[in-house]
Each structure stands twice: as C-alpha cells, then as structure tokens.
C-alpha cells in the first residue's frame, strides 16, 4: 500500500532544527494519501518550513513516489498536542523538555515549571520565554544547575 | 491601489502591519540590550514576517494579476504600503520599541481572535495560526513595560516618555472605514471599533502593575490605510527592498 510505505519514508524524514525528530514525531503530516502528502508549518515564520517540505520531496522522490503530491494547509493550525508520545520520549532524550500539554490558554502561559531533562527535577527557572529556535524557550535546572531548552506550548 | 480587489486591500493592510513591524524589529538583531532580548525581538520578528508573508499571498491570489507576497513585499512604493503609522515609527530606545508592541500586541491578539470567526476560510486560517504566537508577544511587551516602568528612575522616565510618543498612533487601529464596512458586512473584516473596550482594559492593566498613568490624550494621526505615511516609511523600504531594486527578480 503506498499511504503505509510513505508512512515509513516519512518517518525517517528528521527535522532540520531538531533532527532527534522525524517529521511524523512533530505532527506536521496531516494526511497520506496514495496521491499526496498534507502538512502543516509549526510556527508561521519558521525557516525550517521550506526546508522540511524540499526534504520531504527528496525523500519521496528518492523511493519512487515523485508522482506524490505535497500540499500545505494552515487549518487546523498545528499544536505541539501533536508531537507523539514518542516524539516527546525524543525530545527528552535529546535535552529539550517536551511542551506542556493542552494548548490552552494556561498552557501558552507556560507558568508550569519545566522538568529538567538531564536530572528531572523541576525545580527549574525560565531563563528567556524565546530562545534559539521559534519553538523553544530558555530554561536553568536549579538543582543540577544545568540550562536547557524547552519547546514551547503552542 | 483603489483598483485593488477589496479582499487584496484588506489583506494587504494586515500583511503590510505585520511587515513592517518585523522589519523594524530586525533592526534590533545584534544590537538589543541584552542577549534574551536580541533573541525575543528577532523571534518576534520573524513571526510577524511569518504572517506578513501569508496574508501579502491571500493579497496576491485575490487580485489575481500573479503578483506573490515577495512582489508585494519588494515591488511596491511608500504610498502603496496600508500599513498602520504605529508599525512604522522608529525603534528609538528599548523602551519606545517596547511601547510600541504592548500597543501592536494587544490589539493584533484580539484582532486575530476575532478573525478567526472570519466568513474568508483563508484569512480565518491565518488569524488562527498566528493569534497563539501573539499571545507569546504580547506578554512579552506587557512584561518589560512592568520592568521598565516599575524599575529605576530612568527606566521609568524612558518608559513614560515611550508610551508618551506612541500613544497618539493609537487610535488608528481601531478606526473603521468603508472597505472595513464594506468587508464587515459580508463577514470578511472584523468590527475594530468593537475591539477597544477590551483593548483598552488591557492597556490598563499593565499600565497599573507598571505604577504608570495613561498618556495624555492627543490628537490622533491617521492616514496609514490611505498611504499617507510618515518619512519615516521611505527609509525602512529603501533598506528593506534594496537588493530587489538594485537587482529587480534576483533570486537564492
């Protein structure tokens, strides 16, 4: 089945700003289809957007799916809701905190402390709520002094 | 412009508020005082860019002459540009920046909340998007105006006289006129007037945690939707469209 086989190309499509995940693991692939492939951009001005569709496309295009469609659609927006929990089990493993979740109007607050990803405390403070990449903030771990990023609630 | 499709003037206006205040607030990167908020500026920036460059591409489509947001962004004079005149004015010190986006923030977050309910799926798409990323600018701004102005005796005067200057491009968000009327009719365009009371509550909000008072009432300036810009406009397009006047079409 060519939505299955996709799938699987798909997943080995990395991130270009945080390559521990796949473009799957992030929730930005809507909808396989036999004919096309629909994702969604995480934040409106992230440079990676272009950059993760030309990947996608030299993927597909590499396994004989260049006949396959890419679309872009805004709606509904994407939320970091989507990374999978396998997404997040990554994000962690890479030092990123993973967002908080319900992307609510609390969670955009990120008033809930952060777990440290190295020691897992969450005796942490946030440092800068933008950091080196749209999607994430700054954060310090108070009890293993160590500074990390956190992806935020979006 | 007037040739402009309605829809294209009035995504146009949105696009061209979000533009320009990215583009100014690139004007920050490397310089701002402090690493955290050379990071913050230049990340906002690049959100407001991130919108610009959708709704300048709604623009295109609705006037169907092939024209892309990079065409609108570089192929078009000052009295082109629709944008707002708070979006234009100069950075000036941190505090007059800041000044400025607690004003742009506050009202962009509830203009775009209330675009979401847009009839035009494209333009309520892009409000949706991008209303959860100016939640994160507005709080930005409402933070160092408690800062600044709650903080020492020339952070406070720096802020003061920051919202001082800014206020008086206030009112201009809010005004309705006849595209605005006209496209709220059909459901396309929000009610801005409508937008006030709850933008004004927020304003004062902060302003009390800030132990600040409301500027002084001024005359208002107007003219940004009509193209009567400030000189102010002229240098910001000469530095941001350079490279595509110097060498029209010139691509990565």
Known sequence: MAPSRIREILRRVPDPEIPALSVLDLGIVREIG?????????????????????????????AGFAHVAITTTLSPPWSSDWISEEGREKLRAYGIAPPPQGAGAAALKNETPATCPRCGSSDTEELSRFGSTPCKALW????????????KCH | MSA??????????????SLILGQ????????????????????????????????????????????????????????DFTNCLLVEQ?????????????????????????????????????????????????RLASDWVVRLGDGADESRARMIAGLDWMWRFADELFVMDALDAKLLRYGIAIDKAALRPAWDARIDAVLAEATLQRPAARRPVLGGRAGHHSEHLGHLLSEMQFLQRAYPGAVW
């Open chain 2, 90 to 138: 100069p950075n000036g010190d941190f505090a007059q920046t800041i000044a400025r986006q607690l004003l742009f923030s506050h009202f962009q977050e509830l203009q775009f909340d209330a675009l979401t309910r847009s009839s035009d799926a494209g333009l309520a798409a892009i409000a949706a998007k991008a209303v959860k990323e100016v939640t994160y600018h507005a």
């Open chain 1, 34 to 62: 036999a004919g096309a492939v629909i994702i969604t951009p995480t934040y409106t001005g992230c440079p990676a957007t272009l950059v993760i569709e030309q990947a996608i496309r030299a993927a597909l295009d590499e």
């Open chain 2, 4 to 17: 402009l499709p309605p829809l294209a003037q009035y995504a146009l206006r949105l696009g061209d508020d």
């Open chain 1, 140 to 151: 310090r771990c108070k009890a293993c002094a160590e500074p990390f990023d956190r992806f």
């Open chain 2, 24 to 79: 100014r607030l690139g004007e920050w990167c490397g310089r701002a005082p402090a690493l955290e908020v050379d990071l913050s500026l230049a990340n906002v920036a690049l959100d407001l860019i991130g919108q610009a460059t959708h709704f300048l591409g709604v623009a295109g489509k609705a006037e169907a002459k092939g024209r892309d947001a990079d065409a609108l962004a570089f192929h078009r004079d000052v009295l």
